[in-house]
Nanobody, 123 residues
Framework: AVQLVESGGGTVQPGGSLRLSCVVSGDTYRRLCLAWFRQAPGKEREAVARIDTDDNRAFYSNSMKGRATISRDGAKNTLYLQMNSLKPEDTAMYFC????????????????WGQGTQVTVSS
C-alpha cells in the first residue's frame, strides 16, 4: 500500500499560481502511477494529471492542460502539481492518488488516496 499526504492548497486570486505537494510513503519501490484529481462540490472527481514513476512520463487531462505541470522528486518521495493562470472554475478539493502499474485517468482504478487539499480561486 501507499500513503499520501497533500499540502499547499489555499486561496488565490484569479490568474495566480499555487504549487501542491504530496508526500508519498509505503511501497514506493514499486512502479507507481501517481496522479492528481480534483473534485468540486456537486461534481464528479476528475483527473488533472498523472505521472509514471517508471519513466517520469506525464499525462494531462483537458481540465488544466497547459496550465498545470506535474513532477516528482524521487529522493524526497514527493509529488508536485504546479498550477498557473488559475481560474475560479479551478476551485476544488485536490487529491493525490496512487496505483501500482501503468497510468490511467479513471479514478476508480486508483487504490490509495490522500485526504485532499482545498484550492479556492476567488477575488
Amino acid at each position: 500500500a501507499v500513503q499520501l499526504v497533500e499540502s499547499g492548497g489555499g486561496t488565490v486570486q484569479p490568474g495566480g499560481s499555487l504549487r501542491l505537494s504530496c508526500v508519498v510513503s509505503g511501497d514506493t519501490y514499486r512502479r507507481l502511477c501517481l496522479a492528481w484529481f480534483r473534485q468540486a462540490p456537486g461534481k464528479e472527481r476528475e483527473a488533472v494529471a498523472r505521472i509514471d514513476t517508471d519513466d517520469n512520463r506525464a499525462f494531462y487531462s483537458n481540465s488544466m492542460k497547459g496550465r498545470a505541470t506535474i513532477s516528482r522528486d524521487g529522493a524526497k518521495n514527493t509529488l508536485y502539481l504546479q498550477m498557473n493562470s488559475l481560474k475560479p472554475e479551478d476551485t476544488a478539493m485536490y487529491f493525490c492518488a496512487a496505483r501500482f502499474g501503468v497510468c490511467y485517468a479513471d479514478a476508480n482504478l486508483f487504490n490509495d488516496w490522500g485526504q485532499g487539499t482545498q484550492v479556492t480561486v476567488s477575488s
